[in-house]
């Protein structure tokens, strides 16, 4: 009988170091394929690999690159949390290959960011347009429209210290899934969003998870300020020779104004919050409860409606209820025709005449000399069949900005330049 407990005690031993090697395996080429997957986009390192009987594994001193962010991320631990270790065990391969089934936890702490590169409201307006920038914007601060690393190293900051957690509530006899996420960025404040999604838009494969077809049932977004309001104002206000209440109300007027001059049109709630919150700092809260589930696909049902009782939308100060709250996206702007010029025969006509001489003609233009022709007419032939035609605003490594006078009104539209076949100028 000893031998016996002996000998199963030995193959219990050597079967969890198995596992353990096993989950070690899978960790390196789950890592190894993500790499592999984002190489053309992040640099990404890391030392070592760990895991426990509780049913986490951890990456340590992860260094983390997006090229187009310019800035370099140093993690020393990334954690990953399963129900156990049985759930590591199956949950792990299914990793490997996209699926996030199983994982209940992410944790990434303590993160260092240097004051370098890109801030991601950069990153945010070069991929989708300046407009998307507009609501993180600074105001009333002299001629600065954001904070510049230089002007947080004038204000004592000189990295950013953060942690950043993730937790995945996915019952299984639930129609729910509940995502939390606590950013904590220090003396930038700290982030807390709750939310809730219908289990059935979500996808637990990364690769197919698709924003329009996500099923939003509430959502809870408070944020913490830890002092960095009182260096803003300080900062700006010494600026501009104006006190702290004077720059906080100004901040909020011309926030409200530029955010109209977008389509989106926020009440006089708001704007007092935005004032109020700068002045005073603390807490803030906003609130989504919704009586019929929303996805971005019935974007076009929610403009020119006030969307403070269609979303169920509250909003708290330091504790206290925000009233006159409105917000609306005017459906003019958010619905201008588009300039898409389909080949018809009376088009294809057109390009019998251009061809020959009789009117203005078009000849192509190489992408490298785009950046020489900012504010000429251009046409673009898209691999679709489509067209467009307009004035070239402006270029980046990604996208082209061509603008089109409609209804007395420029309208800006971003064209991919991976879904351009040709590039003409109008001579």
Known sequence: MKKNIVIAVFLLVVTLFGTKAFVAL???QTM?????????DVSLTYSWISSSYDGAIVFHDLVVTPYRLKRTFYIE???LQYDGYLGLLFGLPDLKDGHWRGLQRIIFEPVRIPFEGRNPEQLLALEYGDKFAVPFGVYACGD???MTHKDHRAMGLNEVEASLDIKLDNSPDSEELGLS???DLNALGKIQLESRWATASMSSHFSKLQLEHLVLKSLSLTHIENG????????CSALTGTGREHFSAESARQWRTTLSETGIDVGEGLESL????????GQANLSLKLADPFSTRDFESILDQDLIPRFGIKAALNGEPVAKLKLRLNGDHFRPPEPVIELTDNVKRGQDLLEAGTLSRFIPLSESELDLHLGRQVRLKLKDGKQFQGELVSINEQKLEIAQLIGGGKVAYFLSRDKIE???LRR
Do not use: P
Not at 274 to 281: A, E, S, T, V
């Open 228 to 235: 960095y309001f009182r260096r803003l104002s300080n900062y």
């Open 77 to 79: 631990q990334a954690e």
């Open 422 to 424: 040709q590039i003409e």
């Open 274 to 281: 935005y004032r109020d919150y700068l002045l005073q700092g």
């Open 181 to 183: 996420v606590m950013l």
């Open 26 to 28: 899978f960790a390196y």
């Open 144 to 146: 600065r429209s954001r």
């Open 32 to 40: 190894e394929s993500l790499k592999q997957t984002l190489q053309k």
